[in-house]
């Protein structure tokens, strides 16, 4: 039974398989030295990544499609998300985890993050004014994943032409387990139809962030502000052409 085709079920059981599918809560267990340098925010903040990505790679396991060279170009949309939804009850907050939360008036001690640290409080506003619920969140993040690639992607091979149509199909359950979430909701059809856009609108928000995000530890890793090992390296160098790990000691 676990190998049923998540295309071939009812979008509530498709959504009650994400759900299942969801990584646990992680803790960063450190010591956080207060105050912050802007050494010791960049270790505490990668180090939570790097364990988050270990679950995020048994997460998209669970959603079949090519994982990891998905994963490869979205994997800091989906932290962002995640880091979003757990904020989302705590205006003026992030929540990285029980043990890491920051607040927009400690200040400036990393260069150049407040821009983006702003960027997630707006995009997380902007979740708790729609009243996100837990079965759109779960949506959402499984159409990044499927999403992240249709737009780069030629297929040359009949195999790459495969494995993109099934991602496709893949992507319209979620869609159908996404309209099906809002359909709970008691809304008139045009309600509906109006959050569907609004919520499937965020991720072009994210989209953005997470680029940004992007260039900001590409150059936090190559003024050495920070060693980024690792998973989270590899997920880099995916992303950068800056980003070999060969300008790096190990
Ligand atoms: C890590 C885990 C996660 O679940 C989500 C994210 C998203 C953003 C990621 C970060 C992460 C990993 C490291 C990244 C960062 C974007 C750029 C950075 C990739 O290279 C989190 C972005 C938000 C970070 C906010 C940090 C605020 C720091 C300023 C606050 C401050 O200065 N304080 C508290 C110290 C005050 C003492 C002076």
């Not at 959603?63 to 003026?92: F, T, Y």
């Amino acid at each position: 039974a676990k190998r049923v085709h998540l295309s071939a079920m009812s979008p509530e059981e498709f959504i009650s398989r994400i759900m299942d599918a969801e990584p646990p809560e992680i803790y960063l267990m450190e010591d956080l030295k207060k105050p912050f340098t802007e050494a010791s925010m960049m270790m505490s903040l990668t180090n939570l990544a790097d364990k988050e990505l270990v679950f995020m790679i048994s997460w998209a396991k669970k959603i079949p499609a090519d994982q990891i060279n998905l994963l490869k170009c979205c994997w800091l949309e989906i932290l962002m998300l995640g880091l979003m939804w757990r904020s989302v009850d705590h205006p003026g907050k992030l929540i990285f985890s029980p043990d890491f939360k920051l607040n927009r008036e400690e200040g400036q001690c990393v260069e150049g993050i407040m821009e983006i640290f702003d960027m997630l409080l707006a995009g997380t506003s902007r979740f708790r004014e729609l009243k996100l619920q837990r079965e759109e969140y779960v949506c959402l993040k499984a159409m990044i994943l499927l999403n992240s690639n249709l737009c780069t992607s030629s297929p040359q091979t009949a195999e790459e032409l495969e494995s993109r149509n099934k991602l496709l199909r893949l992507l319209d359950s979620v869609i159908d387990a996404l309209v099906w979430a809002i359909s709970k909701m008691g809304l008139t059809t045009q309600q509906q139809t109006l959050r569907l856009g609004h919520l499937t609108m965020l991720l072009s928000h994210i989209r953005h962030v997470s680029n940004k995000g992007m260039d900001h530890l590409s150059t936090m890793k190559r003024k050495n502000v920070v060693l980024v090992y690792d998973l989270l390296l590899e997920m880099l160098d995916a992303n950068t052409s800056s980003g070999s790990s060969s300008s790096q000691p190990s």
